[in-house]
């Protein structure tokens, strides 16, 4: 008699794996499916949650880095300001624009800083299976 088993590989991944009852030292004699992650998801779908927890994560130290930099250089000269200015700008500009103008300071970064971290929240709720 042939009997199934969930097979723990990590934390998080498990195996789903047919054994043979008459064998006592449980040879796994067949493997089937895919492996499946311990809350019902796929490793793919673990990839992805991955990829976009780290992609807002990257985005939210991206604003984080400009915001510091521009106490260091404030004309923006320095390569690397240049680069997260290029990253960020795309993010900031709606909501800057939206914002009233107010002088000496600019507080679009943490507006998106707490929608990144809002909208990662939603992305990864409606990724979970239910």
């Not at 895919?34 to 673990?46: E, I």
């Not at 949650?49 to 984080?64: C, D, E, G, R, T």
């Not at 009233?100 to 992305?123: E, K, N, T, Y």
Request: charged letters at 15%.
């Amino acid at each position: 008699m042939r009997t199934m088993h969930m097979l723990p590989v990590s934390n998080y991944l498990h195996l789903l794996v047919e054994t043979d009852a008459s064998d006592k030292n449980g040879i796994i004699t067949a493997y089937r499916g895919s492996p499946v992650c311990s809350k019902g998801r796929t490793p793919m779908s673990g990839f992805l949650v991955n990829f976009i927890l780290m992609l807002f994560q990257v985005l939210s130290l991206a604003i984080l880095g400009r915001v510091l930099l521009s106490w260091v250089d404030p004309m923006g000269n320095m390569r690397i300001t240049q680069i997260l200015r290029d990253l960020t700008e795309p993010i900031l500009a709606p909501i800057r624009s939206l914002l009233p103008s107010m002088p000496m300071f600019d507080f679009s970064p943490i507006i998106a800083m707490l929608l990144l971290q809002a909208l990662g929240r939603l992305v990864l709720m409606a990724l979970q299976p239910s």
